[in-house]
C-alpha cells in the first residue's frame, strides 16, 4: 500500500485561539473535518466559500448557535486555517463583510508564508 500524503495546518492570525474558545462539540467537529482536508478528503459540512477559489467553509452548530472555520487548500503544499468565527445572524445565512474582510486579509498572509516556504 502506499503511504498516505498529509498536509500540514499552518494557523492564520488568531484562528487556532478564536477555534479553542468555541464548545467542545464544535470543536472536534471542525477538528474531524480539519483532518479529512489534509488527507486530501472533503468532509459533509464542508462547503466552498463563495467568492473565494480553493477556500472552504466548515460549518458546525452548536444549540442555537453557528459557528465557521475557513481554510485555503490552493496554496502551497499546505492547508492554511484562516478564521474561526461565530456566525451571529443579521442578514440570513450570509457572512457578515468584517468576517469577510478578515478572510481576505489572511489569505494574502497565507500567500506569503506559501511563497517563504518555497524560498526556503
Request: hydrophobic share 35%.
Amino acid at each position: 500500500m502506499e503511504p498516505i500524503h498529509r498536509k500540514s495546518l499552518v494557523w492564520v492570525g488568531s484562528s487556532n485561539e478564536d477555534l479553542k474558545k468555541f464548545p467542545k462539540k464544535v470543536q472536534r467537529d471542525v477538528g474531524f473535518a480539519l483532518y479529512r482536508a489534509e488527507l486530501g478528503k472533503k468532509h459533509h459540512n464542508t462547503k466552498n466559500l463563495k467568492g473565494f477559489r480553493g477556500v472552504m467553509e466548515i460549518v458546525s452548530s452548536y444549540q442555537t448557535n453557528t459557528y465557521r472555520t475557513v481554510y485555503a487548500v490552493k496554496i502551497g503544499e499546505n492547508i492554511f486555517v484562516l478564521h474561526s468565527f461565530m456566525k451571529k445572524s443579521k442578514q440570513g445565512i450570509k457572512t457578515p463583510k468584517s468576517e469577510l474582510e478578515i478572510i481576505k486579509k489572511r489569505l494574502m498572509k497565507a500567500k506569503e508564508l506559501a511563497k517563504e516556504d518555497c524560498n526556503d
